[in-house]
């Protein structure tokens, strides 16, 4: 009987010069599969292994929730561990407590990144847990510290695994997500001016979000448009005192405020065409003093979500002509203060496709779903208008526990079986592209 290679060899000779070439490139291709199945099951029992870990990272940070550009304590967690795991580089202080870590593997290719959040929110914890929040009036509530648990668990994973990985990962722990505070630069936008895409520059990046609404065990992505562009005003309508006997010799803001609102929703259900989504939604009303004294002034705030960037540039003069004509009717004057904040977050639809395989055998595939675009904003959209970037949502609710409070709530929290598939998606979406695209 004779051996494989000498079989395979004669057929080289015997088979026709196309067939040679396919069967060279069936040979060459076996031994990638075989070795990013290998590696995949490596991540799979190495992700394992540090559940507990996981676990415990994220109950940690969720006791010290730290407020946007406020994260000390955090950033100092994050490099300890990355410094820890041995990184090739760990830099602190990129757009002000924001954390970039290098990991280099053993064999050539490319560099991607992967960015986790860290900021809590200005939320009291109601909840009666062991993790509760130790910080009065802040709290995790939309899941950050599960982010930085899944990156730091993504970053020891591969770093047992880094003499096989082709190329480099860039780790991003980012700063004040949710916003930087009034005056202050923050966030995203602040870590790439200072140079967190550069040295090396990644090809693409990766991000997610663990997400309530869904039963844990889903991972959820979109193509294209995923979360809103999220912009901010601040409408201030001025009015004349008077004692609240005798609105008739003053101008009231109050009333003109109550019209405003109101108005301001004919934009979307009049004004738009009902075929692309839009949100005007004013959050903040704060005027007066007294029961019986009509004031000068009334400020409003909130916020416009947009998926088209054609009608996000249009909110601002419609806002206008509809404040113009409230408050003409009732004798005021208003001003209008308008910010555009985070572009659409938007997943390169060449990307997706290309990595769905790899998140449908990490979670398996009657798990990963697509869903509808999602009216929340995302500040990661500030990286990909620099790269091509995949942002997806690993679901952590569970009815069962009574876990179903939603995101920014007192009663956030997540199932935390969460944690574990989330870190090895990403560490299996982030070989997977690095295997793809080795030099």
Not at 90 to 101: F, P
Request: hydrophobic residues 40%.
């Amino acid at each position: 009987m004779r051996e494989p290679l000498l079989v395979f060899a004669i057929l080289l000779v015997t088979l026709p010069a196309a067939a040679q070439k396919t069967a060279t490139s069936k040979a060459s291709a076996k031994p990638a599969v075989e070795r990013s199945a290998a590696l995949e099951q490596r991540i799979a029992q190495l992700v394992e292994a540090l559940r507990a870990k996981t676990v415990e990272t994220r109950r940690d940070l969720h006791m010290h929730p730290e407020l946007s550009n406020r994260e000390e304590r955090t950033s100092q967690v994050v490099a300890a561990r990355l410094r820890e795991l041995g990184m090739d580089e760990v830099k602190t202080g990129v757009g002000r407590y924001g954390v970039v870590a290098l990991l280099k593997g053993g064999r050539p290719g490319p560099v991607v990144a992967v960015r986790a959040d860290m900021d809590g929110l200005p939320v009291q914890d109601v909840n009666d847990t062991p993790y509760k929040s130790l910080n009065p009036g802040v709290k995790h509530a939309c899941g950050h510290d599960a982010h930085v648990a899944i990156g730091l668990a993504v970053a020891a994973v591969l770093s047992e695994m880094r003499a096989d990985i082709p190329g480099t990962v860039k780790f991003i722990f980012q700063p004040a997500e949710e916003g930087p505070p009034a005056g202050e630069e923050g966030g995203a936008a602040l870590m790439i001016k200072e140079g967190a895409l550069e040295n090396p520059r990644p090809e693409v990046i990766f991000g997610l979000h663990v997400w309530s609404q869904y039963e844990v065990g889903a991972v959820l992505y979109n193509f294209g448009p995923a979360l809103a562009a999220s912009d901010r005003f601040q409408i201030t309508i001025h009015g004349k005192q008077v004692h609240a006997a005798y609105p008739q010799d003053g101008i009231d803001p109050i009333v003109t405020a109550a019209e405003a609102v109101l108005a301001l929703q004919t934009i979307r259900s009049r004004r738009i065409t009902t075929m692309e989504p839009l949100v005007v939604s004013v959050g903040r009303i704060q005027g007066g003093n007294r029961n019986n004294i009509i004031p000068n002034q009334v400020e409003l705030e909130g916020t416009v979500r947009t998926m088209n960037e054609e009608i996000r540039k249009q909110i601002p003069d419609l806002m206008r002509q509809t404040l113009e004509g409230v408050t003409r009717a009732n004798g005021a004057t208003f001003e209008l203060e308008y910010e555009f904040g985070n572009p659409v977050t938007y997943n390169d639809p060449k990307l997706v496709e290309e990595m769905l395989p790899a998140l449908r055998r990490a979670a398996g595939a009657e798990h990963v779903l697509t869903r509808p675009p999602q009216m929340g904003a995302e500040d990661f959209a500030e990286f990909q208008k620099v790269i091509p970037g995949f942002f997806f949502f690993v679901a952590a609710g569970n009815k069962s526990k009574g876990i179903t409070a939603a995101h920014h709530t007192p009663d956030f929290d997540i199932d935390e079986g969460s944690l574990t598939i989330g870190a090895r998606t990403m560490a299996t979406a982030v070989v997977d592209y690095l295997e793809r695209h080795a030099k």
